[in-house]
């Protein structure tokens, strides 16, 4: 335990044996320590840290060889020792109160909720719900949201987040009510492959995905044999793939539609290569790639507007519209109402519309 320090004792130099050492535990005086203690006559204190609080462990003499293993402590240590020994007890008697009312909280089920915020609503409290959504215009327009449902006595947390796959288990988990970040392709194969019983209540809105590169222009200007970055998750992926056959630089197997891979490109006349990575990290990685495929809220968080920085995009009328998901027990809660309702206002629309000026369209 006495590590970055030599093994043997004797071979410390005087000024480190002087020093105050850092211990797990009070330990016994080793044998070699005390020939060093006799040899040297220097005095040696040990210290070990609980929490903030100091213990010290010292040898006032020098000891001889006969002396029996045993731990010396100072006043100071056995005055901490008692007051130690009262928090204890009391922390136990806390801890076990504690227990007892997350138990009793803890008895409730998912209509107990709806229960209670009906009961709630119809005494004219403010009902609660935490929403998780992804970084960028998802938290920005939910923000909105939020306002919003607050004038109908609806509150509103917001929990961000940097990925796909969080959202969503976190919600199958019951740590949120809602989430707001993908479109229905993706929602069903995500709940398929991780058996959630998770289901889509309304629509939300559309983000047209992007080409995007710092080296063209134009999508006809990429070299035979460039690199295109697109995301690794299967629904995204795909319509990577579809966007990048709408803009003539691959063919891919008929019929695969939303299921397609990059093992389904049947034509690919410049022989591109492709690279598959996490959604979020595709803008970062953008100068190492000719051009990449990036969703549009990972595209606004890193300062692209899409309207105007793609080199190629989705047209408005794209089939892939976002959604609020829920678990499918919790669908006919009266708060999830409240929070479509709010979400589908004509106050929320003209924000969407006046804040990202196409890049961002209603869904509904």
């Not at 010292?58 to 901490?80: C, Q, T, W």
């Not at 710092?214 to 966007?243: F, H, S, Y």
């Not at 803009?247 to 397609?260: D, N, P, S, Y």
Request: hydrophobic share 35%.
């Amino acid at each position: 335990g006495l590590s970055p320090y030599p093994e043997r004792w004797r071979d410390w130099p005087d000024e480190t044996r002087q020093r105050i050492f850092n211990f797990e535990d009070a330990v016994p005086i080793p044998q070699d320590l005390r020939h060093v203690l006799v040899d040297k006559s220097v005095t040696v204190t040990f210290t070990r840290r609980t929490s903030s609080l100091e213990e010290v462990f010292y040898l006032s003499e020098p000891m001889g060889p006969g002396h029996d293993d045993k731990k010396v402590r100072s006043p100071e240590y056995n005055k901490h020792k008692r007051g130690v020994k009262k928090m204890k007890k009391w922390m136990k008697v806390l801890t076990t109160s504690i227990l007892a009312v997350s138990l009793l909280a803890g008895c409730g089920t998912s209509g107990d909720k709806a229960t209670e915020a009906s009961d709630a609503n119809a005494g004219g409290q403010v009902a609660k719900i935490k929403v998780g959504v992804t970084a960028g215009p998802h938290e920005e327009i939910v923000e909105k949201v939020k306002e919003v449902a607050a004038k109908d006595g609806l509150e509103i947390e917001i929990v961000s987040f940097n990925d796909y796959v969080q959202p969503n288990k976190v919600l199958a988990e019951g740590q949120l009510d809602a989430n707001i970040f993908q479109h229905e392709p993706y929602l069903e194969r995500f709940k398929t492959d991780h058996n959630l019983d998770l289901i889509k209540v309304a629509n939300t809105i559309n983000f047209p995905m992007g080409i995007y590169s710092t080296k063209v222009k134009d999508v006809q200007e990429l070299a035979d044999g460039a690199e295109l970055g697109l995301p690794n998750d299967p629904t995204n992926g795909a319509r990577a793939l579809q966007l990048f056959e709408q803009a003539g630089l691959i063919k891919i197997k008929e019929g695969v539609g939303v299921k397609a891979t990059i093992h389904d490109i049947v034509e690919n006349p410049k022989n591109l290569k492709f690279k598959e990575l996490e959604a979020a990290f595709i803008p970062k990685a953008l100068d190492d790639l000719a051009a990449a495929a990036i969703n549009t809220n990972f595209a606004m968080e890193h300062g692209y507007n899409p309207t105007n920085d793609s080199i190629f995009i989705e047209p408005k009328d794209s089939p892939w519209v976002n959604l609020i998901a829920v678990r499918t027990e919790d669908k006919d809660r009266p708060e999830i109402a409240q929070l479509v309702k709010a979400y589908q206002s004509d106050e929320v629309k003209q924000f969407i519309e006046e804040q990202f000026q196409g890049s961002v369209v209603p869904g509904w």
